[in-house]
Every structure is written in structure tokens, then in C-alpha cells.
């Protein structure tokens, strides 16, 4: 029989592996053909929606570009679409609606509707926008995923008019009547907002308790349980924490939230309810139970993101006036944090603490990295109003040291002295407290500012100071894109203003959070060229680095190691994570023996925190084995470090078994099986293991314990293979079924019964 022909052969391929979630082989495959000139235009559209996926926003709008003008009229009207939706993502929405108006048959389009509605709200016409997402909502087009995000931003539309009732209904309505959904996180995000617009009045839905034991209207009536069901009783379950965190009910909300951490380990939002016990516990005092949730996260989600955690812990040793251990503890956080509001938070901490204990070299070092500072205070007088003056100094003085009475002693300041001259100064400070206070008060924060706008006699720094504590308060409460609106009417307001660099760059900041790493780089590279002597400038030069290489992009590949290099030759604190980050991007440019030499650079370094020395022995074994497929002596000198790494007397299971994986790929590697499979073994086994504590323990438990069974299987050793895919099983992560349905197949085939069958 001969070959069969299949029509449009590469696409369907390519399509397959998008739909198994192989984005980077789908993007192989679609990248060779279309640089070979080999692509149909639907490859090119297949090509375009991969790279948005894979956030290579620039060539994808390249390529979109092209296929307007080019493509049939549907695949030109459909890249048109899209072109748009990125034009709104990027802030030129009022060219994507104007667009979008024009668009031929646009009511029998609700793709292009639902784009259309969402640039209405971004532009704040909300009647309009509401009218456009009750006429998708009543239509029967465009599918689930159409529908679920019209409900969600119907909900926000109704949000943004303060048309609280009706917010709170519509997302009721869709969160009940949803059995899985993947903008569950933003519903209930919304549902808190709404909640927070009149908090002594709107309680939370009735169903939220229902939701939290038994899962929505929908899912009761299932005849199989979901794992989406957990997944949405832990989302309920985290919103009604929140919510009676703000009511003060600080008891009932922490407990809730060790409920949730508890019961659903692996959840979504897991990470946000540990981080607001750690933080609650922190304001309550509770060292030891601080200590063991740090402890907790730690092992849970690595230390990669212990910046939190040392956020947390630097706060409880600050309230034992135990400021230098308080210094270090926001200085390490500052260190390791992933957002750069993160980092000015820690370092803001940490100049105080260093303040307080007369570290006066240290705090002027960082001093010009803090914002939230009292601003244009103006001088003394000997007055009438002393004794106010003194009243309100002291109140002053409590708030500068984080006492919890500082916001009491602001409030009856203000309630007392109506008419003062330094009102707004009062103002000012409430504000600034209530911002630093967990959990927050943005209504009366908001309150506050308003207030201190409208007082008589204002000066410029104080107006100025009412807009950074504003722009902190969005950024608190995470929304972003409000961040970069107020932040760029700061600039064009004050664009000469000492805060101008850090003002642009929160918003490069909140640009880098939303995705938008075009954006982000252009902040970035502004900040560093524009303020080269700012405390600000190697900061933005890292990070201008790290948005340039999420675009995904050969172009913003290199600019990132030029980032890097320059802020490496500067020899600041950044410069080994700077050289680090130089390391992974040459490997993935396929430069493997520039990272192995910046690796062996960076491993020379005196001091290095220990995981990070143990994940760059780890790297460079990995790109050693890389380089081995051509000059095999590269192998054992990988397989040296790795033994090396295991015989270190402290090292943990997290460790032992990522470079035990390693070894035994490396082994592998070397035609070295016997000994490859041991070191699988060593970590499946491990002496005194009782099995992976958390997600990253799991992940290099499964690595090694699959990989194992695979080289049994190749030397036929199939009994072998079935004992050791039963042994996997009997864990409790995620691939236990695949182990166990592994083993069970393994037996089948070869015919391995135990005597009692």
C-alpha cells in the first residue's frame, strides 16, 4: 500500500503538539519552515499565536502585520483582531477601538466584539463598555471562554461606576454557574475589591461559606468530583480570609488562612495565603509561628522567593528593637526580591532599621532609594499652636517608628486642630501609616489624600509626596495599570521632581508585572540613561536586561547580556547576579562554552549564598554534559563535581536529589548506565528519606525515580522496572498514578506475576 498523503501535513503537526502544551517544539517546527520560505499562511497565523504565547510580542506583531495585507480575507480580518487586542494591551487602545469601529460585519464577530468592549472600559467609557458586554452575554456566539470573560469584566465595568450591588450580583451569578474556569482568580480578586469599596456596609455573598464546604451550584450537582472543585473552595476560602482580615476579626481570618494552607497545599493562590499569615502573624508578634511558616515556605517553594519571608521576619525583629538583625534581615530581602516594589519596600525598611541603630553609613547609602519620606514639612513657628505642634511631633515621631497608637494620635490630631497649619502635614502622615498597616485601609487612605489635596496653601513637595503615596497605595493594591496611568501624569506633572526616577521606576515595575516587556525596557533603559548617578541605575540596568530577554527575541537576547555585562563590569552588588543571569542566556543561545566559562568565573567568588553556589555547580554539570557530546572528558569532570556536591555533610534532600538526577544523566551520558542507575536509586532511597516534602523535592524525587525505570527497561530489566515504578507510586505527589499505571503496564507486557497471582 503506498504512502498517504496528508493535506497541510506540517500544520496539523504543529497544531497537535499547541494542543499537548509542546509550545517550544511547535515553535521549532513553525520557525524553520517559515525561515525556510516553506509556510502556508495559516502556519504564519498558527506561528504568530504560538509566539504570543511564548510572549515574543514583537515578531508576532510582525507577522500579523504581514498577514493583513497579505491573507485571505478571514485570516486578514482575523490577524487584524489581533493586532488590535495587542494595540490595547499596550496602551494605544484609542487607535485599536477606532480600528476595531470600522471592522466589516463586527456583530457577527464576538472575538472582535469582546476586544471592542474591553478597550471601552480601558478608556473609562463605561456605559458603553456595559451595553457591549450585555449584548455578548446575551448572544449565543463565540463559545465558553468568550462568555466567561465578558461576565468578569461585566462585574469590573459595574466595579468602576461604584455600582457596587450589581458588581457583587453578576459575579455571584457567573462564579456559581461555573464548574471549571481559568479567570477564577480574577472573579475573586473583583469580589474582594467590591467588598473593600464600602467595607462597613457590603458583607460578603451568602454563598461564599457555601462555597468553601461544598463547592458552587454547579459542581454540587457533578455526579464525579473534580480537582477544580478544590481549586475553587480554596479561592472562597481565601476571600473570606481576606475579607475578615479587614474587618479587624484578626483571629478568624489567620485561622482560615491555616486552614487553607493546610488543606490545599497545592493551590494556585497558595503562596498569597502564606504570605499574609506570615505577614499577619508578624504585626501579632507570634515569633514562633513566624518561624515556622518561614520555615514552611522555605521548603515549599525554595529559596528563591525567601524575600518575602525575610521581609516578614526583618518586621518581627524591628518590633524587638533588635535593629541591626532587622537591617540584615530586609537588606537579604531586598537581595533576593523579584519585583522591583519588592525591593524598594525592603530597602525602605532597611534604612530605617539601620537609622535606628546608628548605622548613619548604611542609611545614607540607601536613603536615596526610599520614597514614602515626609515631604516640605514647613519650619517651626513660636506660636499659639506649640503645644499642637508638640502634639502632632510626637504623633509624628510614633508613626516614624511603626507604634501601632501612630494612627490613633494622627486621627485625633486632625479631629482636634481642624484649622492647623500643618493639616495637611497630619494628612500626609495618616496616610503613610495606614499604607505601612496589615491589613489596610485604602478607603481612609484615599480619604486622607483627598482631604490633604483640597487644604489651602499646599506646596509643591507636599503635592507631589500626595501623588507618590497614591501611586504606592494602586501599587499595594495591585492594580497596575492604574500604577503606570498616575505615574506617567506624575512625570508630565513633575518632570523635573526628585522622585521623577523612582516614579518611573514603579511604573517600569508595573509594566514588568503586567508582561508588557516592551514597555517595562523602554522604562528601564530611560531610568539608567537619564539618571546614570541615581541610586536607581544599576537596578534599572538589571532589569532593563531581564524584560529584554522575556521578550523571547534573538534581538533582546543579546541587549540582556549587555545589560548584564556592563552592570558586571561595575562590580556592584549586582554583578554576580548580573553574571549569573549573563550565564543562562548564553546556554540558551547555544554558547555553552561562554556560560561554562562565566560559571567557573562566578564559582571563584568568595561568599556566595550557599544554594546559590550549589545551583551553579549544578548549571555548569548540566553544561558540561552539554559540551560532552563532543569532547567526552568534559563528562567526568561534571560527574568529579557532582560526588563532590552529594558528600557535603549538610546538604539537604532538595539538593541531594537534584544533583543526583544530574549525575545520573551525566552518567548516562558517558555510557556509564550501571552507575547512572545507581545514582537514581541514591535519590529515590535516600538514607533516612521518608519521602518529598514539597513541590520541588517532588520534582527532582519523580526525575530521577522515571528515569531510573527507563534505564531498566532498556537493559530489559523488567521486574526491576515494575518494583521501582511500585515504589514511586506509593508517594503521595502528582505522578503517583503514572507510576502505578506504569507499573501495571510493565507487568502486563512481560508477563510478571508475584506467586500468590
Not at 511547535?26 to 499562511?41: K, M, P, T
Not at 479587614?246 to 486552614?259: D, F, N
Request: a negative charge.
Amino acid at each position: 500500500m503506498g504512502e498517504v498523503s496528508i493535506p497541510d501535513e506540517s500544520f496539523w503537526k504543529a497544531q497537535s503538539l499547541v494542543l499537548n502544551s509542546e509550545l517550544d517544539a511547535a515553535r521549532q517546527l513553525l520557525e524553520d519552515r517559515f525561515l525556510a520560505g516553506e509556510s502556508s499562511q495559516q502556519e504564519q497565523m498558527l506561528l504568530a499565536q504560538v509566539w504570543l504565547s511564548t510572549r515574543q510580542t514583537s515578531q508576532a506583531r510582525n507577522l500579523l502585520a504581514s498577514l493583513r495585507e497579505s491573507s485571505p480575507p478571514a485570516m486578514a480580518r482575523q490577524a487584524r483582531v489581533m493586532l488590535d487586542e495587542l494595540d490595547i494591551d499596550s496602551g494605544r487602545t484609542q487607535a485599536a477601538l477606532e480600528d476595531l469601529n470600522h471592522l466589516p460585519k463586527l456583530l457577527e464577530d464576538p472575538v472582535a466584539r469582546l476586544i471592542r468592549a474591553r478597550a471601552l472600559l480601558a478608556l473609562a467609557r463605561y456605559p458603553q463598555a456595559e451595553k457591549a458586554f450585555r449584548n455578548i452575554l446575551s448572544a449565543t456566539g463565540g463559545g465558553e471562554r468568550v462568555h466567561h470573560h465578558a461576565a468578569v469584566l461585566l462585574a469590573e465595568t459595574f466595579l468602576r461606576q461604584d455600582k457596587i450591588a450589581e458588581c457583587l450580583e453578576a459575579l455571584v451569578q457567573f462564579l456559581d454557574n461555573t464548574p471549571e474556569s481559568d479567570l477564577w482568580t480574577e472573579a475573586f480578586g473583583l469580589l474582594y475589591e467590591a467588598l473593600q469599596k464600602e467595607p462597613s456596609t457590603t458583607l460578603p455573598p451568602n454563598a461564599a461559606l457555601r462555597w468553601i464546604t461544598e463547592g458552587n451550584s454547579t459542581q454540587r450537582q457533578a455526579i464525579q468530583v473534580k480537582p477544580s472543585m478544590q481549586e475553587f473552595q480554596g479561592h472562597a476560602m481565601l476571600l473570606l480570609s481576606r475579607w475578615l482580615l479587614s474587618q479587624k476579626r484578626i483571629m478568624e481570618g489567620v485561622g482560615l488562612l491555616e486552614a487553607m494552607i493546610q488543606v490545599y497545599p497545592d493551590h494556585s493562590q497558595g503562596a498569597e495565603a502564606m504570605r499574609l499569615a506570615l505577614e499577619t502573624y508578624g504585626s501579632l508578634k507570634v515569633d514562633g509561628r513566624v518561624t515556622t511558616l518561614a520555615n514552611q515556605w522555605r521548603l515549599r517553594y525554595g529559596g528563591g522567593q525567601s524575600a518575602m519571608v525575610d521581609f516578614v521576619t526583618g518586621g518581627t525583629a524591628y518590633t524587638r528593637r533588635e535593629f541591626n538583625q532587622a537591617a540584615t534581615l530586609f537588606q537579604a530581602a531586598a537581595n533576593v526580591a523579584a519585583t522591583l516594589a519588592e525591593r524598594r519596600s525592603s530597602l525602605y525598611n532597611a534604612g530605617v532599621a539601620a537609622l535606628r541603630a546608628g548605622e548613619t553609613a548604611l542609611y545614607q547609602s540607601i536613603l536615596g532609594q526610599l520614597e514614602i519620606v515626609s515631604a516640605g514639612a514647613p519650619d517651626a513657628v513660636t506660636t499659639e499652636d506649640a503645644a499642637a505642634d508638640l502634639e502632632l511631633d510626637d504623633a509624628l515621631d510614633k508613626a516614624s517608628r511603626n507604634e501601632a497608637s501612630a494612627s490613633a494620635e494622627l486621627r485625633s490630631f486632625i479631629q482636634k486642630h481642624a484649622g492647623h497649619r500643618r493639616l495637611a502635614e497630619a494628612h500626609l502622615a495618616l496616610a503613610e501609616t495606614l499604607l505601612a498597616q496589615i491589613p489596610t485601609e485604602f478607603v481612609a487612605i484615599e480619604t486622607a489624600l483627598r482631604t490633604a489635596s483640597a487644604l489651602p496653601g499646599l506646596t509643591e513637595p507636599q503635592r507631589q509626596q500626595i501623588a507618590i503615596v497614591r501611586l504606592w497605595a494602586l501599587d499595594k493594591q495591585g492594580q497596575l495599570k492604574a500604577v503606570t496611568a498616575a505615574g506617567s501624569e506624575f512625570l508630565k506633572t513633575w518632570p523635573e521632581a526628585v522622585q521623577a526616577p523612582g516614579v518611573r521606576m514603579k511604573i517600569a515595575d508595573a509594566y514588568y508585572r503586567l508582561e508588557n516587556f516592551a514597555s517595562a525596557r523602554t522604562e528601564f533603559e530611560l531610568v539608567a540613561q537619564e539618571n546614570a548617578d541615581s541610586p536607581f541605575a544599576e537596578t534599572a540596568l538589571y532589569f532593563a536586561g531581564m524584560a529584554a530577554i522575556s521578550t523571547m527575541s534573538d534581538e533582546g537576547r543579546e541587549a540582556a547580556i549587555n545589560r548584564w555585562q556592563e552592570l558586571a563590569e561595575r562590580g556592584g552588588p549586582l554583578s554576580i547576579p548580573a553574571r549569573q543571569q549573563q550565564a543562562l542566556a548564553k546556554r540558551r543561545a547555544g554558547q555553552e562554552s561562554e556560560a561554562l566559562n562565566l560559571l567557573d568565573s562566578l564559582l571563584t567568588e568568595k561568599n556566595l549564598p550557599e544554594d546559590m553556589r550549589r545551583s551553579l555547580i549544578c548549571e555548569r554539570a548540566e553544561i558540561l554534559m552539554l559540551i560532552g557530546k563532543t569532547d567526552t572528558s568534559q563528562l567526568d569532570k561534571a560527574v568529579t563535581a557532582l560526588r563532590d556536591l552529594i558528600r557535603e555533610s549538610n546538604l539537604n534532600y532538595l539538593w541531594s536529589a537534584r544533583a543526583g538526577y544530574t549525575l545520573a544523566a551525566v552518567l548516562n551520558a558517558a555510557g556509564r548506565n550501571v552507575e547512572a542507575l545507581e545514582a537514581c536509586y541514591d535519590v529515590v532511597q535516600a538514607s533516612g528519606f521518608t519521602g518529598p516534602a514539597n513541590p520541588a523535592e517532588y520534582r527532582w524525587f519523580y526525575r530521577a525515580g522515571f528515569f531510573g525505570i527507563e534505564l531498566l527497561e532498556a537493559s530489559k530489566q523488567w521486574d526491576a522496572a515494575a518494583l521501582l515504578a511500585e515504589k514511586i507510586s506509593l508517594s503521595t505527589g502528582e505522578r503517583a498514578n503514572e507510576a502505578k499505571e506504569l507499573a501495571t503496564r510493565i507487568r502486563l507486557e512481560h508477563f510478571l506475576w508475584d506467586a500468590g497471582q
